[in-house]
Structure formats: C-alpha cells, structure tokens
C-alpha cells in the first residue's frame, strides 16, 4: 500500500513583531486580557512588500533545502490559504513559478480558513495514495493583517502572519498501523454555521476582500466540542487508544482550546506543540509552523505518533494521524 511519509518541514515568519503592549496603544484592551483570554503574547505582522506568495516562497525553500531536494523533484504543490495574493492564478500557481517547479505538474490552492493544511494534507495524500503524484510541496501560508478590522478589539488581537510547509512522499506501508506516514485523516464541514466565523466582503459580493468577523464565544463551544469528536474519531478508526499518541500538534487559536484537546488525551505539556503566544492565530500556516518547531528542535523521533487537528471558519474542521 502506498502511503506518505513527511520527508522535511520549513517555516518563515515576517520579522515585524507586533506585541500586546503595541496593541494596547491602539485599540481598548490590555495585555494582560489578551494573554490570559488566549495565551498569544505576540504576533509577526507582513511588511507591505511581504505576500502571502513570498512567505510561502521562504518557507518552502528551507523545507527543499531539509530535504536536501530542489523544486525539480517537486510534481504537486498544494498551499491552504485565505489570504491570497491574486484572486486568480492561485498562489500554487504563483509558487510554482517563484520555485521553478517544473511546468505542468500539478498546483492548486485550498481553502479551508484555519483548517486549511489538514484539507491541503488530507488532498496531497490522496494524489499520492492514488499514484498521481510522487512528492507534494503541502504549504498553509497566511497575511491574515490584510482582513483584520484594526478598530474591533474582539478580532485584532488573535491573528498573524506566516508561512509553513512540509515536504511529503510516497513510501511503500504494510496498510497497518505501524506503517509510518500518514495513517488517517478525517475532514468535516458544516456551512450551515458559517456566518459565526467569516470574512464581510467577497469577489462576487462586495468587489472587496471584507474583514474578519467572528461570534468568539460560539466558535470557542464548537471547537472544542468538534475538536473532541474529531479526535475520538480518529483513534476508533485506527483502532488505537489516546495512550498511543506521542504528540499533538494542534491549530494554533487559543491556548485554552489546545489545553480541552490536551486534556482529552490526557497528555503533558511537552507532548504539545505551542507556538500561540509567539505567533498568534496565524490560521492554515498554524500546524506546518508548528511542525516545523517540532521538526528544528528534533522534537519527534522515528516511529512516533503525531496527531494533527484544527477547526476553523466553513466551519471546518479535521485531523490527521502521522507516524513520523
Ligand atoms: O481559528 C479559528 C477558530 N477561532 C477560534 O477558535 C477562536 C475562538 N474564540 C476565542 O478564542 C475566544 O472566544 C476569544 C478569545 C475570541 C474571546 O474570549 P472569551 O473569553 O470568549 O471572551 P468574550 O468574547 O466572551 O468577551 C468577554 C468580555 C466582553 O466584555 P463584556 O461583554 O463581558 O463586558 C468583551 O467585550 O471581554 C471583552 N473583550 C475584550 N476586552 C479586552 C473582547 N475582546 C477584548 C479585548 N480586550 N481584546
């Protein structure tokens, strides 16, 4: 059975930091609320110059480069997005060119909000289970600044800017549980609830790309109500229990949402990827960025298990199992 395997990661954060206190001076909030509320004590903020596209680019370059591959050896790129550069080519279109990926291989965009690389993932897999691809470049990258209302204190404070991404390729696997790769994923969405997490503009709309609005405490029920689901779900289909997961990478929105999942699992803190109160809530870029944490810091050793798991606007919401 064909499966993939996760061959290198690669992150790139803009360098402008913006911290609470900033933020303080300039909407009706403090520091203490925000950290308290949510855990993030910083984010990093796009320059003008810097792209959704740009930042992807930067991140994927250290990504080939872990891997010691070039964008040659590259036949899919998939990139979780929101924040687009264009609202058409796609920004894999864009990458692809920015690389040097070879012409006519496979490129395309996602969007899943805050979910957005486990659909990338989930996508990148099934090419590469199906034989249609060898070797996917899966990146979730982000301005999420540019659709930030700077004057709603409920929404300014939680977001960032960022780019991950992660390298994966065919192996071949007995089709078991200790196959290492991906084992599983599972994705779900429900529009009917898409008005509590959305953007208030849209091409066919406004002509405007619109900016974020959100019912914070109605998202904040149903992620961890459907964080939970998601996760028994996984360990039943793979016939595991939560004793068997090394570590959880989750979504990066709120630190007490990461703390209910970590609490189902019954798992201690260094079994958790945080990266919240350093990069905000930095949406499809929040799982590759952390899984580039964990891969710099030689965090996961070989035969581990990794849950991947997020929830955002659609809603949507999944995860991923992953033997490193
Ligand atoms: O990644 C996609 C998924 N997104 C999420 O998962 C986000 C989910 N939601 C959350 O993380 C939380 O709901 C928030 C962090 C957004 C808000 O925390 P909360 O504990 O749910 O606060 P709240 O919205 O109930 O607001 C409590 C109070 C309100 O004041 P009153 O009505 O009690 O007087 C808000 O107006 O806090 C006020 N408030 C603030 N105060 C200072 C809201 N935002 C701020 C702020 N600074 N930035």
Redesign the pocket.
């Known amino acids: 059975m064909i499966r993939s395997r996760i061959v290198s990661c690669g992150g790139y954060l803009p360098e402008k930091v913006v911290t609470n206190e900033d933020?303080e001076k300039i909407?009706?909030?403090?520091a203490d609320?925000?950290e308290q509320?949510?855990g993030i004590k910083q984010r990093h903020i796009a320059q003008d110059d810097e792209t959704t596209v740009s930042l992807a680019v930067k991140a994927s370059k250290i990504a080939l480069e872990n891997a010691n591959l070039s964008a040659e050896d590259i036949d899919m790129v998939i990139v979780g997005t929101t924040t687009p550069d264009m609202t058409f080519p796609s920004c894999a279109a864009l990458i692809q060119r920015e690389l040097g990926v070879k012409p006519g291989k496979i490129a395309f965009d996602v969007q899943a909000?805050?979910?957005g690389f486990v659909f990338a993932l989930t996508t990148a897999n099934s090419f590469i289970a199906t034989g249609q691809a060898k070797r996917a470049l899966v990146i979730g990258a982000e301005t999420l600044s540019r659709i930030i209302d700077w004057d709603d204190?409920?929404?300014?404070?939680?977001f960032g800017d960022g780019a991950g991404a992660v390298i994966i390729e065919a192996c071949e696997g007995e089709g078991t549980i200790d196959d290492t790769g991906i084992l599983s994923t599972h994705l779900h969405t429900e529009g009917q609830l898409a008005d509590i997490?959305c953007a208030s503009g849209g091409v066919s709309t406004s002509g405007e790309a619109g900016f974020i609005t959100?019912?914070?405490?109605?998202?904040?029920k149903?992620?961890v109500t459907r964080l939970a689901d998601v996760v028994d779900e996984t360990l039943e289909h793979n016939g595991i229990t939560k004793e068997d997961i090394d570590w959880l990478v989750p979504?990066?929105?709120?630190s007490?949402?990461i703390e209910a999942t970590m609490r189902k699992l019954d798992l201690q803190s260094d079994q958790v990827i945080i990266t919240v109160q350093n990069h905000g809530?930095t949406?499809a870029a929040?799982i590759p960025l952390a899984l580039y944490e964990g891969y710099k810091n030689n965090a996961f050793k070989k035969g581990e298990l990794l849950l991947l798991e997020?929830?955002?606007?659609g809603l949507t919401w999944g995860a991923c199992l992953v033997r490193w």
């Open positions: 933020l909407v009706d909030t403090t609320w925000i509320r949510t909000v805050c979910s204190r409920t929404t300014c404070v939680l997490l959100m019912e914070g405490k109605e998202v904040f149903h992620a979504h990066q929105a709120n007490r949402i809530n949406s929040s997020a929830m955002g606007g």
